[in-house]
């Protein structure tokens, strides 16, 4: 896969960087560290420059959030009914009154909710789901999902044009971040779930 990107970006240098970026959101297994990485190197022996390569992987994943978001804004309240009736919905033990808790919770919280998940490797991507279904402003859920792409995109960019020739050391690197991060999701649930059930104790 490595090899197919480098051949893109080298082939179509801005629009295949917006391609792959698009794709990457809608396919998380395409690695965006990869694409931003050795875009990052590209600036250091062609003409193409970091501020271009960051907007094209900006622009790229920008559209690839909007067709994920509008993927959840498209479910219908029909067929969420229809799997919290499945054998499936009663096997998770879903509940109406439990998913609109959460829908709640996300409307109160999911503008940082969108825009912290940018940084969290496969997260930063299907987030655009749920801000989707909960039906998100859509000026709003750019705006967030903007930020904290271009502060993404910086880094990586950035770090593949420092490395140079070794840019793709940030796979590595890339791969101890996930590990940290994913590490943590439980611990900040925990702390989320006894934040929730000490406030609704109080009511």
Known sequence: MEESII?????????????LMAIENIFPPIPSEIVLAFGGFS????????????????LGSLIGAIILYYIGYL??????????????????????????KAENWF????????FFARFAPIVRSIIS?????????LGKFLLFTAAGTIIWN?????????????WNRIVKYMDMYSLIIFSLIPIV????????????NKI
């Open 7 to 19: 051949e893109v970006i080298n082939e179509f240098g801005y629009i295949g960087i917006l391609f």
């Open 43 to 58: 600036t250091t022996y062609t003409s193409i420059k970091k501020f271009g390569v960051i907007l094209a992987a900006t």
């Open 75 to 100: 479910i219908s309240a029909e067929r969420i009914n229809t799997l919290i009736n499945s054998k499936l919905g009663r096997t998770l033990r879903l509940k109406r009154e439990n998913l609109k």
């Open 107 to 114: 409307k109160r919280h999911g503008y940082r909710t969108v």
């Open 129 to 137: 789901v749920p801000a989707g279904t909960s039906k998100m402003k």
């Open 154 to 166: 910086t880094v990586l960019v950035q770090v593949g044009s420092m490395l140079g020739n070794t």
């Open 189 to 200: 649930l925990i702390i989320f779930s006894f934040i929730f059930y000490k406030n609704k």
